[in-house]
């Protein structure tokens, strides 16, 4: 199995930053995929910022250019830097990951228990 332990959230005023961090753990043989979605209260969960096979997935007008992901591929974890945040951004962040398990011949998905983020006006 893949543990997904994520850092970094908390409360911070608009216009400031925060650095969010995800690690894998377990008995990982490959990752393809691994990102960050986050879900705001009574909207559904969507994708922030993803890489998959080494390019740099982002969607949505509303975090280019103030949001940013990066790995560090020996430790199997991925950060995402959120800067110019804006009260909008307040949601809870998940971070995801498609792995497959020394023996496994299957990609399965895996999921952070989530990090609260909230940004006040």
């Known amino acids: 199995q893949v543990q997904l332990v994520e850092s970094g959230g908390g409360l911070v005023q608009a216009g400031g930053s925060l650095r969010l961090s995800c690690a894998a753990s377990?008995?990982?043989?490959?990752?393809?995929?691994m990102g960050w979605y986050r879900q705001a209260p009574g909207k559904e969960r969507e994708l922030v910022a993803g890489?998959?096979?080494?390019?740099?997935?982002t969607t949505g007008d509303s975090v280019k250019g103030r949001f940013s992901i990066s790995s560090d591929n020996a430790k199997n974890t991925v950060y995402l830097q959120m800067n110019s945040l804006k009260p909008e951004d307040t949601a809870v962040y998940y971070c995801?990951?498609?792995?497959?398990?020394?023996?496994?011949?299957?990609?399965?998905?895996?999921w952070g228990q989530g990090t609260q983020v909230t940004v006040s006006s």
């Open positions: 377990g008995s990982i043989f490959s990752i393809n995929f």
């Open positions: 890489i998959s096979s080494g390019s740099i997935l």
């Open positions: 995801h990951c498609n792995a497959k398990v020394s023996g496994s011949y299957l990609y399965r998905s895996y």
